[in-house]
């Protein structure tokens, strides 16, 4: 089915009103997923709201709390996320962020103890949109691992995620990286099984390390695992996302003591740089055109499917569903309406 963004964005703040949100926590919190769903992150959306409810449950997940400075010297800011929602203590941290390295040209932060902290691009358009250039790195503990490592048959890391966003020739058209270092994000998986889909061939292994296209391999025990991105490079990439989340911002690594909790905490280090500490800014800007004009200008090899910059597809994305609308498939459907009459909230009789 199609629901409207803004109708969808109302039940998923009512829904987490009634889970124990402040107002401004809710918006925050349903703003970030609806926002995953309308550039086509239906993994990090609307499908994530059984996860954060039963996380609540359990205590893993701590509502209104914004976070907690823990240091903070020259460029450096340690930044403790309390277990809060992920979408509002890395926002907080990554206002910081913004705050330092707009005054001291660059800012390095560390973030630990977040719950999942959603789609990292959009700490990436938050630094954009600030006209400053932004690196991220971020590891996942608090579960049991997903993706091998290359030349590994059975699962040693998560998809540990990477950001680069940097802005753009005009404001609305920032450059941003965002993804998983695995050859795909769990939760695409997740949706995958979810709409009864097979997925391509060389994502996905079983248990005994056979190529698989069945999501489920993922989830049913014995469990199988996503291969990493590229071979291995995108082990390389994941395995230093783990190094510099992990253990250089401090949020602790997934070692088989930190799988146990059956949650999902994320811990990121992030770097913000002022460009214009660099290079003229008149020169960055036309020179970011320059490039992007010239490398988009590449011939495409199918007709209807010119070259893109990162980040254009989330944006075509976007424009998209804001008009038709965020397709939800009936499971996930199902499982946010079960998870929401837990709360007392009828969803079907909402959308009637
Ligand atoms: N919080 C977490 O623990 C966690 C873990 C893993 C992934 N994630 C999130 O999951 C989301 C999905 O990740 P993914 O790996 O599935 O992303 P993806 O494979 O859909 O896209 C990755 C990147 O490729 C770019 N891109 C796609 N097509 C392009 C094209 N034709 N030309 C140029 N650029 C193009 C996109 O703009 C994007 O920056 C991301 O937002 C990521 O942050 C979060």
Redesign the pocket.
């Known amino acids: 089915m199609l629901v409207g963004h803004q109708r969808l964005h109302a039940l998923a703040v009512r829904i987490f009103r009634l889970a124990g949100s402040l107002p401004e926590e809710a918006e925050v919190v349903a703003g970030h997923l609806i926002e995953?769903n309308l550039?086509?992150?239906d993994?990090?959306g609307v499908v994530m709201i059984p996860h954060y409810l039963r996380n609540l449950a359990a205590g893993t997940l701590r509502p209104n709390k914004r976070g907690k400075t823990v240091s903070q010297s020259g460029a450096f800011v340690v930044y403790d996320g309390e277990r809060g929602y992920?979408q509002v203590v890395a926002r907080e941290a990554t206002v910081l962020g913004i705050e330092r390295a707009r005054s001291s040209g660059v800012a390095v932060i560390a973030l630990r103890n977040a719950h999942?902290?959603?789609?990292?691009?959009?700490y990436g358009e938050q630094c954009a949109a600030a006209g400053l250039v932004s690196l991220f790195f971020?590891?996942?503990t608090g579960h049991r691992p997903y993706v091998a490592p290359h030349r590994g048959r059975d699962a040693r890391l998560?998809?540990?995620?990477v950001?680069i966003a940097v802005p753009g020739a005009v404001p609305d058209r920032p450059i941003?990286?965002?993804?998983?270092?695995?050859k795909?994000?769990?939760?695409?998986v997740r949706v995958a099984a979810n709409q009864g889909q097979k997925l391509a061939p060389g994502v996905l292994i079983d248990s005994a390390g056979r190529p698989t296209t069945d999501p489920q391999a993922l989830f049913e025990a014995p469990s199988g695992a996503l291969l990493p991105?590229a071979e291995h490079k995108g082990y390389a990439l994941s395995f230093l996302c783990e190094l510099l989340a992990g253990v250089v911002a401090g949020g602790g690594t997934l070692k088989p003591e930190n799988q146990a909790s059956d949650t999902?905490t994320?811990a990121m280090l992030a770097f913000i740089v002022d460009p214009d500490r660099l290079v003229n800014p008149d020169w960055f800007r036309t020179e970011i055109e320059a490039i992007i004009d010239y490398v988009t200008a590449s011939p495409p090899v199918g007709v209807s499917?010119p070259?893109?910059?990162?980040?254009?597809?989330?944006r075509q994305q976007r424009a998209k569903r804001i008009a038709e609308g965020v397709p939800i498939d009936s499971a996930t459907w199902a499982q946010i309406s079960e998870a929401a009459r837990g709360l007392g909230l009828d969803l079907d009789a909402e959308l009637d």
Do not use: F, Q, W, Y
């Open positions: 995953a550039c086509g992150h993994s990090h992920g999942h902290i959603g789609r990292i691009g959009s971020v590891n996942v998560s998809t540990n995620p950001c941003i990286l965002d993804m998983a270092t695995s795909l994000a769990v939760g695409k991105l999902i994320n499917e070259v893109l910059l990162p980040g254009d597809p989330e």
